[in-house]
């Protein structure tokens, strides 16, 4: 029994650790006795039997210098341990591992040389300047501090939107010097047309062209009609061209950002998804944001923690009574479904024949009073703000009939109002596209008309988040703090910030400015200035108007979806302007474009052709062949190989995700048995201990029994 408690300790290190990135402290083992009883070790023991195998049969047929070789190869094996060049306090271990680490680290210097060392050293250093850099540039974002106090009040979901909300604020910046670099700056410095007309403002302009786009507006550098071919007119450097490169790059950098920023969450949402879900234990545990700094707020995170376990709970009950169905009741609720999804198309239906109407009666001559005009005008937009305001929350109570999962719920609502609002907007763009072309004789410019509607809608959405904050939530905050108890508050109830709605607004005004750019150079600013003054306006309505969502939205941490809207409104985008350049070219004898760049009977592919014309005999030959359909059939093949390389990495990884869960199995089992084992130990050791004192007390002598004090 001793000998088997004498326990001899070793230290050794295991072949993972010498492949591992991470420091050796935490890749060191103690061998014991039991070493070989751990099931990791009787799980990989086969595979390195038949390794052993292999090298001994090698060694036994090559002779002494296959040996050695393979001694060599096994005292050489693996790369360099990168986290030498880390700094101390980016490795994960306890303070006596660094301190360690920094002594191992000191000795390495008179190992490896005075030149490595100091490339190591100048690598630290680099590190450190970069994460301060990253450091100082993170602190000048704007409306950093209002995010931290949004943070720190409503978590994280309720930042993600203000968020979202910058980073369009910076695409639209990035889209003004775009337009200032291709479109607006070489009409300032160059010049317009001789027979260009001065901008005044005077005549019959009024305040309302502000609002409705039109008179003093329609002459300026807002609308597509005001550039026109100046002095800077060479075949291959003209305003034409100019105004057509600034418009494609313009799209395709925010195509290439959307795509990254989508990609990028889609990896997190991948790794946290079903497949890499944590569970319960972590979100219990391991659930709480630190960044609240309110008590409200950390009641309300009490709330988060417990709602995310209710709705856990709730899926998998869910779950089960989704199996529990019978065929008669599954036929039931496919019927209901089937019922409320009519129901769901005929609202649809009804909106679309909504816009419609309202595009007629818009387009018609009247000559009403001033304001019913401006109404008049704005009727379009009135009408696809109201339809895109009431009929979500429709069918957010229609989702709740269908019997699907609380975020099965949520997914379906987002889901018919992402088409309801880019619906409605391509309806739109259809029926003022099909209008226009009737009406071309009395319009001067297509183009501009095109892009008046697209600056009403901009505006109107501007207007409509306006009224909303100050003439809807503010009064009914105000009448919940004078009157807490009146039916009408009851009524109401409290308003709450519902993160998914206020997303398709933005991706909805996003949109609108893509497909007005072409047709209104100058919406990006617009945008911009918009978005700024939106960004304080939902800052008053959530600090001051409303409460937190109670039921946690599962969505509100990835911005994946948001990002896969903003593509969709991209691709909507692109769609319109090369259906409006195709139009151009197959209608270019009956309805000529007089005005705006490609004015005088000329289109996009007639100055590309005169451009490419110019070109040297090579430049054209390559131009030709790589928009000719020859160029097809290399470019597939690369598309091929390169989603073939992806998905090779791909499967890699995942085979290696697979193969780091298996180790964390194995780890949380070595563990259990070693706990078991030190238990076992335990016990033997503090058996003989009791057998010992009770022979001892059996051994001693009866001691005698005290007399009792005797009485005076």
Known sequence: MEEHNAVNFMRLLSDESTLSTVSSDSCEYYQTEIFDQLPSIQASRPK???????????????????????????????????????????????????????????????????????RRSQSINRKRVWVQMGGALSGLLPWLHTLHAIEGRFGV?????????????????????????????????????????????GGNDSVLDFFLGSGYLDRSPVFFGFYTRGSLNLQCLNTPLLYLAGILTILFLSLILVVRRMTVGYKHTWMLGKRYGVNVSYKVFCGWDFTIQDPTAATLKHCFIRNDVK??????????????????????????????????????????????????????????????????????????????????????????????????????????????????????????????????????????MFGREMYKLCIFNFLATFCNAFLLNYPRKLLQEKY?????????????????????????????????????????????????????????????????????????????????????????AATTLGFNLYQQETTQDEHMSSCGPFGNGETVFNVTGVCVNSLPSPAQTTLRYLASEAFALPL????????????????????????????????????????????TMFRRQRKPHRVCSAAIEEDAPPQPLEEPPSSL
């Open 48 to 118: 390195q039997d038949r390794q052993g195998l292999w090298e001994a049969c090698e060694a036994h047929q090559g002779g002494p210098e296959a040996g050695e070789r393979i001694s060599h190869s096994h005292l050489s094996r693996g790369p360099k341990d990168k986290a030498s060049t880390q700094p101390l306090r980016n490795l994960v271990m306890c303070i006596q591992g660094k301190r360690g680490a920094r002594d191992r680290r000191k000795m390495q210097i008179s190992n490896i040389g005075f030149w490595e060392s100091w």
């Open 157 to 201: 979901g309720v930042k993600a939107y203000f968020v979202f909300l910058r980073y369009l604020v910076f695409l639209n910046l990035l889209h003004c010097a775009l337009v200032w670099g291709f479109i607006l700056g070489p009409t300032t410095f160059y010049g317009r047309s001789n027979s260009s007309a001065p901008l005044k403002f």
């Open 311 to 448: 709705l856990f709970l709730e899926e998998q009950s869910f779950s089960l009574r989704e199996a529990q169905r019978t065929l008669g009741h599954r036929a039931r609720l496919y019927l209901l479904r089937f019922v409320l999804n009519l129901l769901v198309l005929s609202l649809l239906g009804g909106a679309f024949f909504l816009i419609y109407f309202a595009t007629k009666t818009s387009q018609r001559e009247t000559g009403h009073y001033w304001l019913v005009s401006l109404v008049l005008q704005y009727l379009p937009p009135i009408t696809i703000t109201f339809v895109n305001l009431l009929l979500p929350h429709i069918f957010r109570k229609i989702s709740s009939f269908e019997d699907y999962s609380f975020t099965m719920q949520v997914n379906a609502t987002l889901v018919r109002s992402i088409f309801l609002k880019l619906a409605s907007l391509g309806i739109y763009l259809f029926f003022i596209f099909t209008t226009t072309n009737h009406q071309q004789s009395s319009f001067h410019c297509r183009e501009n």
């Open 484 to 572: 807490p108890s009146s039916l009408l508050t009851r009524l109401l109830g409290k308003q709450r910030f519902l993160i998914p709605f206020n997303v398709l607004d933005l991706v909805y005004g996003q949109t609108v400015s893509w497909v007005g750019v072409y047709y209104c150079p100058l919406l990006p600013l617009i945008v911009t200035v918009t978005l700024m003054a939106t960004f304080y306006i939902k800052k008053f309505e959530v600090l001051r108007c409303c409460v937190a969502e109670q039921r946690m939205f599962r969505g509100s941490s990835s911005s994946v979806l948001f990002h896969f809207m903003l593509l969709l409104g991209l691709l909507m």
């Open 636 to 679: 597939i093949l690369a598309e091929i190989l390169i989603l073939t390389s992806y998905l090779s990495r791909g499967r890699a990884n995942q085979k290696a995700i697979e193969r780091l869960k298996d180790m964390l199995v194995m780890s949380s089992s070595d563990k259990r048995f070693l706990v078991k084992q030190h238990a």
